[in-house]
């Protein structure tokens, strides 16, 4: 059967609610889902079964190779292709490498993590079809909801359990 939408939305009356059919539908093995609700709610986040953010790892090799490379050009620099005796000192003064190093660190994790942000977002994403539910609009400060894909077992779930409470999503 094709899908003509881009999904089911199940509007609930409470976090309670939608803890529970969150949990019910992750039971019947529905994948994906996505749910909403007006506030942060941390057991949604488990009730999904969403795996831990791979930002933070990201952002650890990102950090680690800006730090070799400003470690590692200033070393050619002052060592091989630029030798030049200051006062006296050893052509690898490395002392002198660690502000830069430091520097260069931050940035390129900063610069890593927004970038891993950004394309694990799947962003910039200017328009996501759940707008185009009309119930959705109209009261997402305030409204509870399930995201389920638009397939058959979605509609046998949503059907036995909550008939009546869902509607299709479109493009």
């Known amino acids: 059967m094709m899908s003509a939408g881009y999904g089911l939305i199940l509007e609930l009356g409470g976090p309670d609610e939608l803890l529970a059919a969150t949990r019910a539908a992750r039971a019947e093995g529905i994948t994906p ?8 709610m941390e057991d949604l986040t488990e009730a999904l079964g969403n795996r831990p953010s791979r930002i933070p790892w990201i952002m650890l090799y ?23 005796n200051v006062g006296g000192r050893p052509y690898f003064s490395w ?4 502000p830069v190093t430091f520097e260069l660190t931050i940035l390129f994790a900063a610069l890593g993590g927004a970038f891993a942000l950004a394309f694990l977002s799947r962003l910039p994403r200017l328009h996501h079809p759940v707008f185009n539910d009309r119930g959705f609009r109209d009261s997402e400060q305030a409204g509870f909801f399930l995201m389920l894909p638009d397939d058959a077992g979605s509609r046998a779930f949503l059907e036995t359990r909550h008939p009546g409470a869902w509607r299709e999503v479109p493009w």
């Open 62 to 84: 990102c950090g680690i190779a800006g730090a070799v490379i400003a470690f590692g050009t200033m070393t050619f620099s002052a060592v091989i292709h630029y030798p030049f």
């Open 95 to 98: 002392p002198a490498f660690v």
């Open 33 to 40: 889902m996505d749910a909403f609700a007006p506030y942060p």
